[in-house]
């Protein structure tokens, strides 16, 4: 018999899977040269979308149950974020050091899928944990994508206005956050 959640416990769950979203989001407004605001609606449907999708695909592997995928779900996300932070980095370092050399970071969607996919892992294994709970899934996930969705649109155009305060500095930023938020995850799976 498959049970809701309250209204409250829902809003505070999708409300913390989407802080790596958030976090994620900051720096790619903060980042991207010349961003204009379908960019932010792009990154907040992208990690929406994935929020929200991956708690139906982890309800579904979690009706059979799937370990595997729970043991290397943190490691993807530290992968694919830290590598993704830290070509940021080296490519902000060396802006630095020679301003001729300028790697402007420009919105490409092969980047933002790979955001999208790695801070969505954590939605992956509570849709697990709602399959045991037997949780009704599509009211949690629509609701957990909304939620991203508006969380990552915020954080887009907090970043934005934070881009142009730190200038050159911003590329090495963003790319420290994607690095300190793939070893959070990772760090809450192997820790936690």
């Known amino acids: ?10 809003f505070l769950t999708a409300l913390g899977l989407s802080m790596d979203a ?26 929406g979308l994935f929020q929200g999708m991956m708690p139906v695909l982890g309800f579904l ?6 370990q595997p995928a729970k043991q290397l779900d943190h490691w993807m ?15 902000g ?7 001729q050399v300028s790697h402007p970071r420009v919105f490409r969607w092969g980047t933002l899928l790979l955001q999208a996919v790695a801070t969505s892992i954590d939605a992956l294994a509570v849709g697990i944990g709602f ?18 969705f ?16 730190l200038k050159e500095r911003a590329e090495i930023f963003g790319g420290v956050i994607l690095i300190l938020t793939g070893i959070k995850i990772w760090l809450e799976h192997t820790v936690g």
């Open 131 to 148: 399959a045991m709970l037997e949780v009704e899934i599509l009211p949690a996930a629509l609701a957990i994508g909304a939620v991203t």
């Open 93 to 99: 370092i060396a802006e630095l050091r020679n301003p």
């Open 61 to 66: 592997l979690g009706q059979g149950f799937s």
């Open 150 to 165: 508006w969380c990552c649109l915020a954080g887009f155009f907090i970043g934005r206005q934070f881009g142009g305060l």
């Open 77 to 91: 996300a530290l992968l694919l974020l830290g590598g993704i932070g830290g070509k940021m980095v080296k490519e």
């Open 22 to 47: 958030f976090a994620v989001s900051v720096t790619n407004g903060l980042c991207l040269k010349g961003s204009r605001g379908r960019h932010g609606l792009y990154t907040a449907g992208a990690f």
């Open 1 to 10: 018999m498959e049970q809701s959640l309250g209204l409250l416990l829902l």
